[in-house]
């Protein structure tokens, strides 16, 4: 049973922009957090942007301004809007719902997807 199918990446120069999109499974979806993840070949996964069913958001520190997320409850789907990309924002680029702990880590909650690779290059 496939949860989460992530589409949008592409290759695009410095300064450009991206949306993705993340089709998600009712069960995973529902009142979850839902949340973009991206990981670059030999680092660890990390959540670059999250959203409640609420509307509430986060972002990492160091995409604030850039990167946009969203979500509609009734599709089921949730979007990242990626602008002034560069090189460093290259990676594959995963959506999941997601927890947190109570010292405020990140879990996931559901089954990986394929991803979507994003690269950034002139």
């Known amino acids: 049973q496939v949860q989460l199918v992530e589409s949008g990446g592409g290759r695009v120069q410095p300064g450009g922009s991206l949306r993705l999109s993340c089709a998600a499974s009712g069960s995973i979806f529902r009142s979850n957090i839902m949340g973009w993840y991206r990981q670059v070949p030999g680092k660890q996964r990390e959540l670059v942007a999250s959203?409640?069913?609420?509307?509430?958001?986060m972002y990492a520190d160091s995409l604030k301004g850039r990167f946009t997320i969203s979500r509609d409850n009734a599709k089921n789907s949730v979007a990242l809007q990626m602008n002034s990309l560069n090189s460093e924002d290259t990676a594959v680029y995963y959506c999941?719902?997601?927890?947190?702990?109570?010292?405020?880590?990140?879990?996931?909650?559901?089954?990986w997807g394929q991803g979507t690779q994003v690269t950034v290059s002139s």
């Open positions: 959203i409640t069913s609420g509307g509430t958001t």
């Open positions: 999941n719902a997601l927890a947190y702990t109570k010292d405020g880590s990140d879990y996931p909650l559901g089954s």
